[in-house]
């Protein structure tokens, strides 16, 4: 099952993590999915964890402000407290939404104490929740019992993840998070690689979550465009689009065609 379709059938789901960014891309998806359908989510125990994913919504055009215009907050931060978590769910579906989205981090060993609590209220309410696990912190044996805690397990797999820089994929493209640059060459190969096999017509990258590209790494990944139909480059900051478009300029060969994210700047070098 996928993040998208988690969020759909508003089920207690969970999903096993390998990395920091996995957690950045993978609560990001759900966050962002929750949003677009209306849906009031609600973040527990995110630490700096909330600042990559205001960054991703912000790249993603959503806007967040509460004002006596928008309405309510769309995305809330909530206390880590289990017991707190009934009233903030009932909170938001008093100011009127649809339906609620929780989830956050889990950043100690074992069953998070949350689990009860969202089972009931999933049972109760119009909640869906993803509960995130770093692998690093299970058990033997607790993969197989949070299976039988949860309705179902999100799937998010990796074509590469150092945790400085993951490749993956959701639909037709491949999605950079993290930091790419031209000593991770391991990283590179895993880029040029997953582009070499994507369909002729569908080379598509989603760099949205893509903090950092330097110049000869956006000059090997512009290499890999290749003729046409070549690549399109999509949820660029505008300083990483005109870096992208200024490399591409100066290889005649390659067509590349830039769609940059709504807001927001982004580091390059």
Known sequence: MTVAEAADRGQHGWVVLDSELAHEEVVGDF??????????VLLA????????????????????????DRGPATLRAVPPDPAALVASVDSAL?????GVRFSGAITEPGTSPFEPIVDELARTRPLTVLCPYLRSLLGPGQETALDHLHDDRVHAPAAYDDDAFRLSCRGEALRLTGEL?????????????????QDGDSRVWDVS?????????????????????????????????????????????????????????????
Do not use: I, K, Y
């Open 181 to 197: 640059d031209g000593s991770n060459t391991e990283a590179l190969r895993a880029v040029l690689a997953a582009t070499a096999g």
């Open 45 to 68: 125990g995110m630490g700096a964890r909330d600042e990559n994913v205001r960054r991703r919504l912000q790249r993603a055009g959503v806007e967040l402000s509460a004002s006596p």
């Open 94 to 98: 008093d100011d009127g939404f649809p």
């Open 31 to 40: 966050v962002l999915d929750g949003l677009e359908q209306g849906d009031c």
């Open 209 to 269: 979550g893509l903090h950092f590209l330097d110049v000869s790494a956006a000059d090997a990944l512009v290499a890999a465009a290749g003729p046409p139909p070549g690549l399109t480059v999509r949820g660029a900051t505008p300083l990483l689009g005109r870096l992208v478009t200024a490399v591409a300029a100066d290889s005649p060969d390659a067509e590349v065609r830039v769609r940059t994210a709504p807001h927001t700047e982004g580091p390059v070098a």
